[in-house]
């Protein structure tokens, strides 16, 4: 086992005594049959957990509320399997902030709370002030552990909100339009307002536990 | 009855008159835009005279131009939660329309299943 991930896991164990005792077997064993001063020659790969990547590809249902398809960001989300249930503490409990690849606009941004996002766009009928909670995550990290959604990762396994700071606008732009032989010049003004979002809080809704941040 | 969902696929620039005309009679005017037109040979015949440059499919039911569009809008990735307050006279009128975007309760982005990505269900 890795340095990195034997650490993180000892500190687990340590933070929140009171887990479901179905993982404990199986951390203890491997964390008391090495000891801290080995270095391992092989490295073993994170725990990337995946939601329903195993389930094959089921024959389309029709359904009311389905989504469209789009030819730019992904549009489907699956509902989280057990097993990324019985993970997603692991994730959860790691000290330090957790990040998240978001999609807003089928634009991907990765962020962490208390970044700041310029949007390449100006969204109407907002203010600042208003919290906007964004809901389309590709990958939720910590500092040793992946989850990644296919394409998506179910909604309820997570809250993200950024509030909305304000309005900004590039510096005026001017396209000046001539013809040769023409002395008439045409100017176009251009000064495009963008919209920019405080990410305030990430938060990790681990079943049977309160969220983490 | 069934239709064709035909979609420009090739641009007709540098193309003749003639390949040009059957383009506008079928409606596509430029690259990548989806027409829907009924099974009947009329159409079938304007299809082979620009086969090349279209991807057809026969589908059940036709979408309007909304619903062509709603297929490809990319989600939103966010709904408003909270408002702050306005003020009372706001330098832009904002319509209804636009909250009810924002706050996700805008119906018209959700079409009826017409295509899905492979794997997995899908949720709204």
Same mark, same amino acid.
């Given at each position: 086992?890795?340095?990195?991930?034997?650490?993180? $896991?000892?500190?687990?164990?340590?933070?929140?005594?009171?887990?479901?005792?179905?993982?404990?077997?199986?951390?203890?064993?491997?964390?008391?049959?090495?000891?801290?001063?080995?270095?391992?020659?092989?490295?073993?790969?994170?725990?990337?957990?995946?939601?329903?990547?195993?389930?094959?590809?089921?024959?389309?249902?029709?359904?009311?509320?389905?989504?469209?398809?789009?030819?730019?960001?992904?549009?489907?989300?699956?509902?989280?399997?057990?097993?990324?249930?019985? $993970?997603?503490?692991?994730?959860?409990?790691?000290?330090?902030?957790?990040? $998240?690849?978001?999609?807003?606009?089928?634009?991907?941004?990765?962020?962490?709370?208390?970044? %700041?996002?310029?949007?390449?766009?100006?969204?109407?009928?907002?203010?600042?002030?208003?919290?906007?909670?964004?809901?389309?995550?590709?990958?939720?990290?910590?500092?040793?552990?992946?989850?990644?959604?296919?394409?998506?990762?179910?909604?309820?396994?997570?809250?993200?909100?950024?509030?909305?700071?304000?309005?900004?606008?590039?510096?005026?732009?001017?396209?000046?339009?001539?013809? %040769?032989?023409?002395?008439?010049?045409?100017?176009?003004?251009?000064?495009?307002?963008?919209?920019?979002?405080?990410?305030?809080?990430?938060?990790?809704?681990?079943?049977?536990?309160?969220?983490?941040? | 009855?069934?239709?064709?969902?035909?979609?420009?696929?090739?641009?007709?620039?540098?193309?003749?008159?003639?390949?040009? +005309?059957?383009?506008?009679?079928?409606?596509?005017?430029?690259?990548?835009?989806?027409?829907?037109?009924?099974?009947?040979?009329?159409?079938?015949?304007?299809?082979?005279?620009?086969?090349?440059?279209?991807?057809?499919?026969?589908?059940?039911?036709?979408?309007?131009?909304?619903?062509?569009?709603?297929?490809?809008?990319?989600?939103?990735?966010?709904?408003?939660?909270?408002?702050?307050?306005?003020?009372?006279?706001? +330098?832009?009128?904002? +319509?209804?329309?636009?909250?009810?975007?924002?706050?996700?309760?805008?119906?018209?982005?959700?079409?009826?299943?017409?295509?899905?990505? +492979?794997?997995?269900?899908?949720?709204?």
């Amino acid at each position: 086992m890795s340095r990195t991930l034997l650490r993180s $896991l000892l500190e687990l164990r340590a933070a929140a005594p009171a887990r479901p005792s179905a993982l404990r077997p199986a951390l203890t064993t491997t964390a008391t049959t090495r000891s801290l001063h080995q270095t391992p020659s092989q490295i073993d790969p994170l725990p990337q957990t995946q939601s329903s990547a195993a389930l094959p590809p089921s024959p389309p249902k029709p359904s009311p509320t389905s989504i469209p398809r789009c030819g730019g960001a992904p549009r489907t989300t699956s509902p989280a399997t057990p097993e990324t249930l019985q $993970l997603l503490p692991l994730l959860a409990l790691q000290p330090g902030n957790k990040y $998240l690849q978001l999609y807003i606009q089928g634009q991907s941004y990765l962020v962490t709370p208390g970044d %700041q996002i310029r949007l390449p766009f100006k969204m109407p009928g907002v203010v600042p002030g208003d919290v906007l909670r964004l809901n389309r995550a590709v990958a939720i990290g910590s500092r040793d552990f992946t989850l990644k959604g296919s394409p998506y990762v179910d909604e309820t396994l997570f809250e993200c909100r950024a509030v909305v700071e304000g309005t900004e606008a590039e510096p005026m732009r001017l396209k000046i339009k001539k013809k %040769q032989r023409c002395r008439r010049t045409k100017t176009v003004r251009s000064k495009h307002k963008y919209t920019v979002l405080r990410v305030s809080e990430v938060k990790i809704l681990a079943p049977g536990q309160e969220g983490q941040q | 009855m069934s239709y064709f969902r035909i979609t420009l696929h090739r641009s007709a620039i540098g193309l003749p008159a003639r390949t040009r +005309g059957v383009l506008a009679a079928l409606g596509l005017h430029k690259r990548s835009q989806t027409v829907y037109h009924p099974v009947e040979a009329q159409f079938a015949g304007m299809i082979m005279k620009v086969k090349e440059l279209v991807k057809v499919e026969e589908v059940e039911r036709k979408l309007d131009k909304w619903e062509v569009k709603a297929e490809r809008r990319p989600d939103s990735g966010f709904y408003l939660e909270k408002m702050a307050p306005r003020m009372e006279d706001e +330098g832009q009128k904002v +319509g209804s329309r636009v909250l009810a975007r924002l706050r996700g309760e805008d119906e018209s982005q959700v079409v009826e299943g017409v295509r899905r990505e +492979g794997g997995g269900e899908v949720r709204v």
